[in-house]
């Protein structure tokens, strides 16, 4: 019986550490940043507003 003690005990240890590194090894995957993706940058977008900001300068400088 002392033979299938130590076989059980060995087995439960082996599972305990087992769990230990995988949590190890989650807690330290969780701690690397991720990249977020960088939106794709829409030029029609950009070059309306230039455009917008152009023609408000222009009538500011009408005005003034």
Do not use: C, F
Not at 5 to 24: F, L, P, Q, R, S
Not at 48 to 57: K, L, N, T, V, Y
């Amino acid at each position: 019986m002392d033979k299938d003690n130590g076989k059980i005990t060995a087995a439960i240890m082996a599972a305990v550490n087992a769990y230990m590194e995988e949590e190890e090894t989650a807690r330290a995957i969780m701690a690397i940043p991720q990249r977020r993706p960088v939106p794709a940058i829409s030029l029609w977008h950009v070059s309306g507003r230039e455009e917008m900001m152009r023609m408000r300068q222009l009538w500011q400088r009408r005005i003034v």
